[in-house]
């Protein structure tokens, strides 16, 4: 009896201790990029309860020594597609699948999407997306923070009531992000597609009903339209204009060029089914997007970071900062950077993730080397914190 009241008192006695006080955890970090830009050597990281407390270069016991990594924010992917994915044949999937098997697969795709660095995605979308969501944000499943779209909107979708009613039913259904395409893909030359009418309803109710709205466009008059509409995001952007760009600075529109997207179709072409034409395209569209961004990057657009992520990407996401920089000329700084805070700001959450400060979540990424100076250690991810949780070390 005496023993069960001790046994009793220590169990309750911790449970309240842990409740009261949780678990400190102090990061090491040979380099600490803040994700706005600014860069600390030698340094540790308190974390407290999900929430990064302290930057205390003198803070012990350490309990994961990160000395020779480089610590940064953890990723975000602003656009990928969480349900594509390769069946037991290696072709790409990406809807009308057993319902069992787009749930495990997206499960899947969130996993391997975490493990790469990746602490938040926006999924532009399938509805999918929601459970796995839902699951990850229950605790249930280890995945990347999820943004989604649940459905994509686009010209055939209705009449501009139609439209408008179709936003609140995306939002009644639970997105957290209006997905539009205001132009056709980059096969079919990505002319406007939507009408005027029907881009300003549907990011006019987005706005209306607190939401943001990204929007394919890949020509330039379907991109300035969504940009006039006050639409929050241009994906891809491939022939924007100079003009264009310009306006996008002063309407404070952010820009998301995805250029692993087309490297993904290129690398696993077997999955897919496209003609010797349509690879043509692909490989072409390369040039432009390059291009595209070196023009935003020089007009101090606001550039987040975007994959297109489907089937054969998931998990290589930080790809995307390889062909940035060593193809695009970006500073590696301008890259990880756009990953980080403004990618947050773009998905309205810059004021508790993508910067390592005192009061924001402790989503954080920690990668072998100094991606300053060889980008390619983007590759080498060693440690992946998410809300305070260990993910990968
Ligand atoms: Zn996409």
């Known amino acids: ?193 939507m009408s005027t009418e029907q881009i300003q309803a549907t990011c006019g109710e987005a706005t209306a009903v607190g939401l943001r709205s990204v929007v394919h466009a890949i020509g330039d008059a379907g991109a300035r339209a969504a940009v006039e509409a006050g639409c929050t995001a241009i994906e891809h952007g491939t022939f924007v204009t100079d003009a264009t760009l310009d306006l996008m600075v002063r309407r404070g529109t952010f820009f998301d060029p995805n250029l692993l997207v087309l490297h993904n179709y290129l690398d696993n072409r077997t999955g897919y089914t496209f003609t010797a034409d349509a690879l043509a395209t692909i490989e072409k569209g390369i040039a432009p997007t390059l291009d595209v961004l070196r023009r935003a990057r020089a007009r101090r657009v606001k550039i987040v970071f975007g994959t297109d992520a489907v089937a054969g990407a998931h998990g290589r996401n930080a790809e995307e900062f390889v062909y940035r920089v060593r193809d695009g000329g970006e500073r590696p700084m301008d890259a990880l950077v756009s990953a980080a805070s403004i990618a947050a700001d773009s998905l309205q959450l810059g004021d508790h993730i993508g910067t390592v400060a005192p009061g ?34």
Do not use: C
């Open 1 to 193: 009896m005496t023993r069960l009241i001790v046994l009793l008192i220590l169990v309750v006695g911790g449970v309240s201790a842990s409740m009261q006080t949780p678990r400190r955890i102090v990061i090491a970090a040979g380099t600490l990029l803040d994700g706005r830009g600014h860069i600390t050597r030698d340094t540790r990281i308190v974390v407290e309860g999900g929430t990064i407390v302290a930057i205390d270069a003198t803070a012990s016991p350490v309990d994961y020594d990160l000395g020779r990594m480089t610590l940064m924010p953890g990723w975000i992917d602003t656009h990928v597609h969480m349900n594509w994915h390769f069946d037991a044949n290696g072709k790409s999937v990406s809807g009308g699948e057993p319902a069992d098997e787009a749930a495990l697969a997206t499960a899947d795709d969130a996993w391997a999407t975490l493990q790469g660095g990746f602490t938040t995605v926006q999924s532009v979308g399938a509805m999918v997306d929601r459970s796995v969501r839902d699951h990850i944000n229950r605790g249930l499943l280890p995945g990347p923070r999820i943004l989604t779209s649940l459905r994509q909107i686009q010209d055939r979708s209705g009449d501009p009531a139609a439209l408008r009613a179709l936003v609140r039913q995306t939002k009644a259904d639970g997105a957290d992000v209006i997905k539009l395409f205001a132009t056709t893909g980059l096969g079919a030359g990505g002319n406007q597609s």
């Open 360 to 393: 924001f979540d402790a989503d954080l990424v920690a990668v072998a080397g100094d991606p300053l100076t060889d980008i390619t250690a983007v590759r080498r991810v060693v440690f992946v914190m998410k809300g305070g949780k260990v993910m990968r070390h």
